[in-house]
T-cell receptor, first 111, second 114 residues
Framework: DQQVKQNSPSLSVQEGRISILNCDYT??????FLWYKKYPAEGPTFLIS?????DKNEDGRFTVFLNKSAKHLSLHIVPSQPGDSAVYFC??????????FGKGITLSVRP | EAEVAQSPRYKITEKSQAVAFWCDPI?????LYWYRQILGQGLELLVQ????????DSQLPKDRFSAERLKGVDSTLKIQPAELGDSAMYLC????????????FGPGTRLTVT
């Protein structure tokens, strides 16, 4: 049973446009959500996170939105840059402190 | 900037052979994780250590996999015997706390079993 779902395997956007990466979860006990970015041949790096007490967190070009009632979060990248091309993993954790990852989405930003 | 170190970066082995991976977490990080990522899949937690103690190894195939962190610092993950289905990226991560937030990942070891 996949508790964190990233249903789209890939996304392609034009440089300068907005990238919207979606993530759904099923476990209502999750209370902290993270996005990681992964380049080929490298380990994932932490990007941005959000607590369940918030519905938005912004860091530069990156904003994460959380809709608890829909059990949905999204990562917005504005403006998108070619260097943003990578695999993005959504992850969630709760009281057991265990991170549950989605399968990832491959973002390609076209110059 | 402190980083998580892993070696080797790449490993090719024949099935039924033994293979071992090493991880050195960021200094002072009490929690260490081993993940497996099969191509196209998410990260699967294999084992979590808090200092030298195993906190969670529920997804570790214990018939062939073993992990240790004897002095609560660096860690070794071993597979014996390796099977074709073990081909994957093995990632080590560390965290200063057990809260599950922000884990720092190493570059991973790409294992290919032939």
């Amino acid at each position: 049973d996949q508790q964190v779902k990233q249903n789209s395997p890939s996304l392609s956007v034009q440089e300068g446009r907005i990238s919207i990466l979606n993530c759904d979860y099923t476990n209502s006990m999750f209370d902290y959500f993270l996005w990681y970015k992964k380049y080929p041949a490298e380990g994932p790096t932490f990007l941005i996170s959000i607590s369940s007490i918030k519905d938005k967190n912004e860091d530069g070009r990156f904003t994460v939105f959380l809709n608890k009632s829909a059990k949905h979060l999204s990562l917005h990248i504005v403006p998108s840059q070619p260097g943003d091309s990578a695999v993005y993993f959504c992850a969630a954790t709760g009281a057991n402190s265990k991170l549950t990852f989605g399968k990832g989405i491959t973002l390609s930003v076209r110059p | 900037e402190a980083e998580v170190a892993q070696s080797p970066r790449y490993k090719i082995t024949e099935k039924s052979q033994a293979v071992a991976f090493w991880c050195d977490p960021i200094s002072g990080h009490a929690t260490l994780y081993w993940y497996r990522q099969i191509l196209g899949q998410g990260l699967e937690l294999l084992v979590q250590f808090q200092d030298e103690s195993v906190v969670d190894d529920s997804q570790l195939p214990k018939d062939r996999f073993s992990a240790e962190r004897l002095k609560g610092v660096d860690s070794t993950l071993k597979i014996q015997p390796a099977e074709l289905g073990d081909s994957a990226m093995y990632l080590c991560a560390s965290s200063p706390s057990t809260g599950g937030e922000e884990q720092y990942f190493g570059p991973g070891t790409r294992l290919t079993v032939t």
